[in-house]
């Protein structure tokens, strides 16, 4: 798979857990205010006292021990929906991991493209420095030739 392919399934992943994140952090939120009304209803519970000289009952400690056996289990389911959300959280920090190795990729192939690309024009460059430089002397050349001629018909004909 190349990595524009890995790109575009992070993404439409991404796309499909957004929706399940917040209905997750929305029953997460729901489970964290049954369990409040939970802890509220075993204290009043707890406090029940309707035993003889105000002590509590076999009863009343039954009822405590049946509100707190409810608590747990809404701690274990929110315990379970903590894990699912870390699950989401994991999967979506993979893939962005993956999509910020594609861009890093992406980043490096344009660098060596860039320096290709910088070496090439500095060939150009030096190739137009030796095409000048032969131009220069080729007419240095033709300068101290023609002085030279010059000079020599001068010389002739006096």
Do not use: C
């Amino acid at each position: 798979m190349n990595n524009r392919t890995v790109y575009f399934l992070g993404l439409v992943v991404w796309l499909m857990t957004l929706p399940n994140l917040a209905v997750a952090q929305e029953k997460l939120n729901r489970l964290l205010q049954e369990r409040e009304t939970l802890h509220q209803q075993w204290q009043t519970s707890e406090s029940k006292k309707s035993g003889l000289f105000g002590n509590r009952t076999k009863k009343d400690m039954e009822a405590t021990n049946e509100w707190m056996g409810r608590i747990i289990q809404k701690d274990n389911q929110i315990m379970q929906e903590l894990e699912m959300l870390k699950d989401i959280q994991t999967t979506e920090i993979g893939y962005e991991k993956e999509d910020y190795k594609y861009i890093a990729q992406k980043a490096e192939a344009d660098i060596v493209k860039l320096k290709r690309a910088l070496l090439e024009r500095d060939e150009d460059i030096l190739q137009e420095k030796g095409k000048k430089r032969t131009y220069e002397w080729t007419t240095l050349l033709f300068f101290l030739s023609s002085l030279t001629l010059g000079w020599l018909y001068f010389r002739k004909k006096s």
